[in-house]
Structures are given as C-alpha cells and as structure tokens.
C-alpha cells in the first residue's frame, strides 16, 4: 500500500497550488481521505478530510473556505485545491486514509492506516 503525494512548491502570498495523493494497493473510493500537515517545529495538524460515503468535507478553521478537497475515482487520486494561500500555510503536507475513520476521530493523526511521504508547501510573503 502506497501514498504518492505530489503538487507541492514554492508560491507567494495570494497564490494557488493543487496537490495530488495518488494511491496503489488500495481505492480511495473505499478509504476515508486526509490531508494533514506539520510545520517547522510543530506537530502534524489536521487540514481536512473526506468520508467514503461522500459526505461533507471537514475542514480546519484555519483553511475553511480557502482549501477544497475532492476526488477522482476514476484515477484513484484525491486533491487538495489551496487558494489564497498565507505564509502560515507553509508546511509539509501529507495525505492519509483510513478504512475505519469515525467522526470523533477524524483530526487525529492515529485514526489513520496509512500516509504518504509528504510534499512541501512554501508560501513567501
């Protein structure tokens, strides 16, 4: 079972970036799916995620209504769409998936099986 993370660089202030997390040896059609990231000398934080049975996204306070994530079955790939991005958002951006994600548990980094390696996001003022 692999995560490939992808999609990460360097913007300013105001910009865009879309990761990619493209799965083998498991369908994020059947997976709940995350992103979580982790600052310089802090901990991994929650980002958002999406249950299997396509309900609402959950999102961070600190990312609603700037982050989208979304996803292609068909490509067995999820997205994370980052518009307006902030220098606050410059972090090492993983995606997760879970076969048994619950709802009291989704910002949890335990609640997820599995994690890709990480993509970088540096956003310059």
């Known amino acids: 079972v692999q995560l490939q993370a992808s999609g990460g660089g360097s913007v300013q202030a105001g910009g865009s970036l879309r990761l990619s997390c493209t799965a083998s040896?498991?369908?994020?059609?059947?997976?709940?799916m995350a992103w979580f990231r982790q600052a310089p000398g802090k901990e991994r934080e929650f980002v958002t995620a999406i249950f299997r049975s396509h309900t609402m996204p959950y999102y961070a306070d600190s990312v609603k209504g700037r982050f989208t994530i979304s996803r292609d079955n068909a490509k067995n790939t999820v997205y994370l769409q980052m518009n307006s991005l902030k220098p606050e958002d410059t972090a090492v951006y993983y995606c997760?998936?879970?076969?048994?994600?619950?709802?009291?548990?989704?910002?949890?980094?335990?609640?997820?099986?599995?994690w890709g390696q990480g993509t970088q996001v540096t956003v310059s003022s």
């Open positions: 040896g498991r369908t994020v059609s059947r997976d709940s």
């Open positions: 997760a998936a879970s076969a048994r994600l619950i709802l009291s548990s989704l910002r949890r980094n335990d609640a997820y099986e599995y």
